[in-house]
């Protein structure tokens, strides 16, 4: 196994890698389920039930830890793999030819490089749109009272209107939908291969993780991507 970029020893990036990337995996179900409070109309509450999600996920300290390990475990996880591909291809001799790669290794596995700076972008830009605006941003004018009482910043609305907006909108929901499509086939080399670096390799249950992987990195970020589409084009306008 080549060195991690970033950490010397290579069973040391086996460990983190895999607990990470599994780890990752789990969080991206969470998110998923409190996005898809995004799919309700306003009308039916949508708007106080997200907020409130929005602000026990940036206040709960168990939860910002939480957050915070994930974030830095997505960049770790990206660079290393830029920086890795980078080495590689220095330390390949010239002239030399890979004779028909797609024989032996899937192409999401060949490109983890690429994949990983389109989803270091989309981190950077999704966090600055609504996490940075949430925790740091203009949102005062935004900011009302659930029907508990409770004074929150409107991240609803905001997304809301990021993905409705007439001139925009469509362009943004395309954008995260590509993003997705990255994220899809990083899941469809990284499930199985977090479970065989942590010694999960057996040929009794190996098809089922490989299948169960498949599944994972289809639906998933399939969700995600219907998300923005659906508030574009069906969800009532605010």
């Given at each position: 196994?080549?060195?991690?970029?970033?950490?010397?020893?290579?069973?040391?990036?086996?460990?983190?890698?895999?607990?990470?990337?599994?780890?990752?995996?789990?969080?991206?179900?969470?998110?998923?389920?409190?996005?898809l409070?995004?799919?309700?109309?306003?009308?039916?509450?949508?708007?106080?039930?997200?907020?409130?999600?929005?602000?026990?996920?940036?206040?709960?300290?168990?939860?910002?830890?939480?957050?915070?390990?994930t974030?830095?475990?997505?960049?770790?996880?990206?660079?290393?793999?830029?920086?890795?591909?980078?080495?590689?291809?220095?330390?390949?001799p010239?002239?030399?030819?890979?004779?028909?790669?797609?024989?032996?290794?899937?192409?999401?596995?060949?490109?983890?490089g690429?994949?990983g700076?389109?989803?270091?972008?989309?981190?950077?830009?999704?966090?600055?749109?609504?996490?940075?605006?949430?925790?740091?941003?203009?949102?005062?004018?935004?900011?009302?009272?659930?029907a508990?009482?409770?004074?929150?910043?409107?991240?609803?609305?905001?997304?809301?209107?990021?993905?409705?907006?007439?001139?925009?909108?469509?362009?943004?929901?395309i954008?995260?939908?590509?993003?997705?499509?990255?994220?899809?086939?990083?899941?469809?080399?990284?499930?199985?291969?977090?479970?065989?670096?942590?010694?999960?390799?057996?040929?009794?249950?190996?098809?089922?993780?490989?299948?169960?992987?498949?599944?994972?990195?289809?639906?998933?970020?399939?969700?995600?991507?219907?998300?923005?589409?659906?508030?574009?084009?069906?969800?009532?306008?605010?």
């Amino acid at each position: 196994m080549a060195k991690s970029a970033l950490l010397k020893s290579s069973l040391a990036k086996k460990y983190w890698m895999a607990f990470t990337g599994l780890f990752l995996g789990l969080f991206l179900v969470g998110h998923l389920f409190g996005n898809l409070q995004l799919l309700i109309p306003v009308s039916e509450g949508a708007r106080d039930q997200f907020n409130e999600y929005a602000l026990f996920m940036t206040t709960n300290p168990a939860v910002k830890v939480l957050s915070y390990l994930t974030y830095l475990s997505i960049i770790f996880h990206a660079i290393d793999g830029v920086l890795l591909t980078i080495h590689n291809r220095k330390a390949r001799p010239q002239g030399y030819v890979n004779f028909k790669p797609s024989t032996n290794s899937m192409w999401s596995s060949r490109n983890m490089g690429i994949l990983g700076t389109i989803i270091l972008a989309f981190i950077v830009v999704h966090m600055t749109m609504f996490w940075g605006e949430m925790k740091f941003g203009g949102l005062d004018d935004t900011v009302y009272t659930t029907a508990n009482g409770e004074e929150v910043k409107d991240l609803y609305t905001l997304t809301i209107k990021t993905f409705q907006d007439a001139q925009y909108g469509l362009l943004w929901a395309i954008a995260y939908a590509f993003a997705m499509l990255a994220i899809g086939f990083h899941l469809s080399h990284g499930f199985s291969s977090g479970f065989q670096s942590l010694g999960v390799n057996h040929p009794k249950y190996n098809g089922f993780i490989k299948k169960l992987g498949m599944a994972f990195a289809v639906l998933v970020p399939l969700a995600f991507a219907v998300i923005p589409f659906y508030i574009h084009f069906v969800l009532e306008k605010i």
